[in-house]
């Protein structure tokens, strides 16, 4: 049997992770009778736990809420859990940033030194949107091992599984052709949390270039290498920037690597609507000005094709020569009539093609 101290963290733990807790399971979970729970519901209770009885034909307990907050009970995993939730909440798009930093702060000061410092370690940023990529599940380790790093400013070593393209074929910045040739040795700068998914954003030390790397498919190698000092991100950029960069397929600044501008015979409110992040400009009742970017110019083509009126392309050259080769493309196409086996035959009168 567990000694007491121990026997009512242990009871502690179990009331505050359900709702109602029938006391002949409670005794079971904790390998004691009956008797002994009562007992140590009673410790609790005089500790502070507002603990009530539940009544039916089990009988059993509670754990509510009560006018003062009596010591918390945290494991590692829900530290750290709870760490990253209130980190997070204000990129969340809800405005509790400021009272989930005074939340993390009162959690903070009841824990032990051992928690305190996991907590303390947990450094992560939430940029982007909050939906488009499938939720992936992240080890908290992971986590943790990698925000410590950032704050440490240790080179962390990693194994890292391939990906796959992104499923529309636009450029996914966790999408590495040297994937699945470890080790990795990356210098981190940050954890991002963007739509779901957490990626890790570094410096790779052998290929001499920033990497966005997912946290999922990361695999940590014990122990970290040594320290470095820190570097600037491109241009001197935000970490919400660069990663939206790199997700548009930009390798600098938060932009598309195509942009290009175009006269568009169509009032600018039947426009606005589909151009995305892009610029529309009324010139008249019936005519307006898109300034648009996109991943690649045969992207830009599509989006600007999409509006059925006639355009005038104002730059640049690059947007232009590939509106020759598009249209070239689908002319070839229109003008392209499939064979169809036994149509000749019938024609002519003959029997179909066996």
């Not at 930009?250 to 942009?259: G, L, N, Q, V």
Request: charged fraction near 25%; proline fraction near 8%; aromatic fraction near 6%.
């Amino acid at each position: 049997m567990a000694t007491t101290s121990g026997r009512l963290l242990a009871l502690l733990s179990l009331l505050q992770s359900r709702r109602d807790w029938p006391g002949q399971l409670l005794a079971e979970r904790l390998e004691v009778s009956e008797r002994t729970v009562r007992r140590d519901v009673e410790r609790l209770r005089e500790l502070g736990y507002p603990i009530g009885a539940v009544k039916g034909p089990d009988g059993g307990y509670r754990l509510q809420a009560g006018a003062e907050l009596p010591p918390l009970l945290f494991d590692d995993g829900q530290a750290v859990a709870l760490a990253v939730a209130l980190r997070t909440a204000a990129g969340s798009g809800a405005e509790v940033g400021e009272d989930a930093a005074r939340a993390l702060a009162t959690v903070r000061q009841v824990m032990p030194s051992r928690l305190r410092h996991r907590i303390d370690a947990v450094q992560v940023s939430a940029v982007g949107p909050r939906a488009g990529a499938a939720a992936a599940r992240v080890d908290p380790q992971v986590l943790v091992t990698l925000a410590g790093a950032v704050r440490s400013r240790e080179v962390v070593r990693f194994d890292y599984a391939p990906a796959d393209v992104s499923a529309d074929g636009s450029p996914d910045p966790d999408v590495d052709p040297d994937a699945g040739r470890p080790p990795r040795r990356v210098e981190p700068h940050h954890v991002v949390t963007r739509a779901g998914r957490w990626y890790l954003v570094g410096w790779d030390s052998d290929r001499a270039g920033w990497r966005v790397f997912r946290a999922d498919r990361i695999s940590p190698r014990t122990p970290l290498g040594p320290r470095f000092a820190p570097r600037e991100l491109p241009d001197g950029v935000d970490v919400g920037t660069f990663l939206a960069g790199r997700f548009r397929g930009s390798t600098r600044r938060d932009d598309w690597p195509c942009r290009g501008e175009v006269l568009i015979d169509l009032p600018a409110g039947e426009v606005a609507p589909y151009a995305h992040d892009g610029l529309v400009e009324a010139l008249g009742p019936d005519r307006c000005r898109l300034v648009v970017g996109s991943w690649s110019w045969a992207g830009l083509v599509a989006l600007i094709g999409r509006y059925d009126a006639e355009l005038e392309v104002v730059g640049p050259p690059e947007l232009r020569a590939e509106l020759a080769r598009t249209a070239a493309r689908f002319t070839r196409a229109a003008e392209r009539v499939p064979a169809r086996p036994g149509r000749a035959d019938r024609r002519s009168g003959g029997p179909p093609a066996g």
